[in-house]
């Protein structure tokens, strides 16, 4: 079936410390998009990759898709409290099919 | 703040009852869809419609039933829920287009059935 498999599932990091999470697909997306949700909240757009070895930054996060438009990575330099929640990856497997990964919780420890 | 309004913010139903969970965006946009969320899950898609018409169904029980009036409204009509349909449900909207369709969530409904 149509999979986005995104890793790690938590991360507990200390205030300052960089984050990654990381995306796979199985298949060639026509985009990728990033979004994040705070406990209680829903998810909130955050960015749109579309062309095959993309990078975006937006302040201390950088978003990366890859040369076969199956990968992404989302990268937070120095992590901040107010980055807590939880971190989706979603692929767009043609027209309007969005697949979200599972989804990387981030806890920030002050 | 997001542009996808949806009503009622939370919703508490019984087994037998009949309800409708409302959306509406005015942002022009012409695709529009309907998440279930699970809690520590990440949305799972329902159903999608494209230029008012229903253009997918992910095999949702026919107690859920969507409605989409016009351009800028979209329904989720519920009945004879089960205590497992409990969720979060996302409404969100999309321009159509190719290598567009960034999509944009409502603050969603919080269904509690009971």
């Known amino acids: 079936g149509q999979q986005v498999m995104q890793i790690p599932q938590y991360q507990h990091v200390q205030e300052g410390e960089d984050f990654t999470t990381y995306c796979n697909s199985s298949?060639?997306?026509?985009?990728i998009q990033w979004y994040k949700q705070r406990p209680g909240g829903h998810p909130v757009f955050l960015i749109q990759l579309v062309k095959s070895g993309e990078v975006k930054k937006q302040k201390r996060l950088t978003f990366q898709f890859g040369e076969a438009k199956k990968n992404s990575s989302l990268h937070i330099t120095a992590t901040q409290t107010t980055d807590v929640g939880t971190y989706f990856c979603a692929g767009l497997k043609g027209g309007n099919k969005l697949v979200f990964g599972a989804g990387t919780i981030l806890r920030v420890k002050s | 703040d997001t542009e996808v309004t949806q009503t009622p913010k939370h919703l508490v139903m019984g087994m037998t009852n009949k309800k409708s969970l409302k959306c509406e965006q005015h942002?022009?946009?012409?695709?529009m869809y309907w998440y279930k969320q699970k809690a520590k899950k990440p949305p799972e898609l329902m159903f999608v419609?494209?230029?008012?018409?229903?253009?997918i169904n992910e095999s949702v029980p026919s107690r859920f039933s969507p409605e989409c009036p016009n351009s800028s409204l979209l329904n989720l009509h519920l009945h004879a829920l089960q205590p497992e349909d409990s969720a979060l449900y996302l409404c969100a909207s999309s321009q159509e287009g190719v290598g567009g369709n960034t999509i944009y969530f409502g603050e969603g409904s919080w269904l509690t059935v009971v």
């Open positions: 298949t060639t997306l026509s985009n």
């Open positions: 419609y494209s230029y008012e018409k229903l253009s």
């Open positions: 942002m022009g946009h012409r695709a």
